[in-house]
């Protein structure tokens, strides 16, 4: 059963929760990619994209590391496994909800 409360799974929720953070996800799910290379596309000063970097890595889906001068970004998709699992199980409660007040109503 997934836990459906937690200090990690808020944090998961609240890093998906912004369109930027989602466009850095989507692009290092095309590879690794340095800070500034994340921060090219977008519209933010490098201290901007280095702060929502900070949140995708507090909710483990982002980790870093140093070559030579540089931070490399790498996506770690495992947190959102438990993510999906969460919805999955919302999505069966209301379905077996609905499915009974059917039932009900029928």
Known sequence: ????????LDRLFTALGQ??????????????????ELARPFDLSLAAVSKHIKVLEEADLVTQRRAGRTR???LNPEPLAQAAGV?????????E???????LLG
């Open 1 to 8: 059963m997934v836990e459906l409360s937690s200090p990690q």
């Open 19 to 36: 369109p930027t953070r989602r466009a850095l996800l989507s692009e290092l799910a095309r590879g690794e990619r340095t800070v500034s």
């Open 72 to 74: 490399v970004c790498r």
């Open 87 to 95: 919805i999955e199980s919302y999505r069966r409660f209301w379905e």
């Open 97 to 103: 909800s609905l499915d009974s007040l059917e039932r």
